[in-house]
């Protein structure tokens, strides 16, 4: 086998999230029965980055690597480039390439207003003037990462009726989603969809779980429908297809191979202590 792929899975403390993570894989395998692919994690789990870069370069002449990542922040603008630039150093016979992560683009925009228009069915077709969305991220230092889920928010308030089209974060930034749910009750919405922005499961879908079933209680003349995490949605399964099928070959992230990010990842790795799915939450 010439060529491999390597999906790159963020990585959970809850075991459930990084098995989700390796039945995508195998979905996703079973869709391209010819392609090689292989997966590893940046955190949080049994096999990582440097390991799963080996794997994928035993008996390959070329590895691209796919992050099912949806935010562009320090795991994907730091950490993989300078993983990548130690296994091009590691297999010199090997050629090294990334993809650009799954994004927050249109095509993931799609499959959130799928989800929020299932919700609203679920609430019985609600007035969308007095009901409210949040859109849930996990929260990031990276502005910019933020700024995609403040991207996909504005996206859905253009296209759709309702009054109010919020974002809220778990952890590192603000606002979080009890006072999101206060602010949109106090200026009159009477239902609230709440759509997390993950791919697959973890402790915070969990803590997310806890937090509305609390909030239910806190409003109770409040009606509240929360989606779910959304991977293996047929929208995400097409975007890795057209993220692969797409590229050339020596496609890379912008940030692969990044003088800059390279010297930045290592003080990066020292400095923060992922808090993505335990409740201290620092950046990545």
């Known amino acids: 086998m010439n060529e491999t792929i390597l999906l790159?899975?963020?990585?959970?403390?809850?075991?459930?999230?990084?098995?989700?993570?390796?039945?995508?894989?195998?979905?996703?395998?079973a869709r391209h029965p010819d392609w090689r692919v292989e997966a590893c994690f940046i955190e949080l789990a049994d096999v990582l980055?440097?390991?799963?870069?080996?794997?994928?370069?035993?008996?390959?002449?070329?590895?691209?690597a796919l992050p099912l990542v949806l935010n562009a922040a320090g795991h994907v603008k730091m950490e993989i480039p300078a993983a990548i630039e130690a296994a091009r150093l590691r297999h010199p016979a090997v050629t090294f390439s990334c993809l650009p992560h799954l994004g927050m683009g249109r095509e993931v925009y799609s499959v959130l207003k799928q989800r929020i228009d299932h919700?609203?069915?679920?609430?019985a077709m609600p007035d969308p003037k007095t009901t409210g969305v949040i859109l849930l991220g996990r929260g990031s230092s990276d502005a910019g990462a933020n700024g995609e889920v403040?991207?996909?928010?504005?996206?859905l308030f253009e296209d759709a009726h309702h009054d109010l089209v919020d974002i809220a974060f778990t952890g590192v930034a603000f606002p979080r989603l009890e006072t999101v749910v206060?602010?949109?009750?106090?200026?009159?919405?009477?239902?609230?969809?709440?759509?997390?922005?993950?791919?697959?499961?973890?402790?915070?879908?969990?803590?997310?779980k806890a937090q509305v079933a609390r909030l239910r209680t806190?409003?109770?003349?409040?009606?509240?429908?929360?989606?779910?995490?959304?991977?293996?949605?047929?929208?995400?399964?097409?975007?890795?297809?057209?993220?692969?099928?797409?590229?050339?070959?020596?496609?890379?992230?912008?940030?692969?191979?990044?003088?800059?990010?390279?010297?930045?990842?290592?003080?990066?790795?020292?400095?923060?202590?992922?808090?993505?799915?335990?409740?201290?939450?620092?950046?990545?």
């Not at 403390?13 to 098995?19: M, S």
């Not at 759509?195 to 915070?204: A, N, S, W």
């Not at 047929?234 to 992230?253: C, F, H, K, N, P």
């Open 8 to 29: 790159i899975g963020h990585g959970s403390r809850n075991p459930a999230g990084n098995e989700e993570t390796l039945r995508f894989t195998a979905t996703w395998r």
């Open 49 to 64: 980055l440097d390991e799963g870069l080996d794997r994928a370069a035993a008996g390959s002449r070329q590895v691209i």
């Open 119 to 123: 919700l609203m069915h679920e609430l």
């Open 150 to 155: 403040a991207r996909i928010a504005r996206w």
């Open 182 to 208: 206060q602010r949109q009750v106090k200026l009159g919405m009477t239902q609230i969809v709440i759509q997390p922005v993950y791919l697959f499961t973890g402790l915070l879908i969990e803590r997310i």
């Open 218 to 284: 806190a409003y109770s003349q409040v009606a509240f429908a929360l989606g779910g995490h959304f991977g293996f949605d047929e929208g995400v399964l097409a975007l890795a297809d057209s993220r692969v099928q797409g590229a050339s070959t020596g496609g890379m992230l912008e940030c692969d191979g990044c003088k800059y990010r390279l010297a930045a990842a290592s003080a990066h790795a020292h400095h923060h202590d992922h808090g993505h799915d335990h409740p201290v939450a620092i950046p990545s």
